[in-house]
């Protein structure tokens, strides 16, 4: 059996879209056309506000988990090196 696909969201989240990686690696080498490929994996849904870890399946039902990524930090002050956008 595969790994599920990991899929990091942010923290205000409420919705997601991803591709299954399973999906994918299966019509790869089944040598299906890519943008048939691409339909078929294609995963969407909802994760509540509140949720750190979820589930989802694809329609071949296949694992999807869904992670929220802590934003990082801000920077403590300002550097000169930082690209500055005008």
């Known amino acids: 059996m595969s ?3 990991t899929v990091w969201v942010s923290p205000s989240a409420t919705t997601f879209a991803c591709l299954c990686e399973v999906c994918l690696d299966d019509a790869r080498m089944s ?3 890519f943008a048939d490929a691409l ?3 294609s995963v969407r849904g909802t994760i509540a506000a509140e949720a750190e870890i979820a589930f989802a399946r694809c329609m071949h039902g296949h ?3 869904l ?3 802590a934003r990082p930090p801000g920077l403590p002050r300002r550097d000169e ?3 500055q956008l005008q």
């Open 63 to 65: 694992s999807i988990v």
């Open 67 to 69: 992670r929220r990524v």
């Open 3 to 5: 790994s599920p696909t």
């Open 39 to 41: 339909l078929q994996a």
């Open 31 to 33: 040598g299906e056309l």
């Open 81 to 83: 090196r930082q690209l």
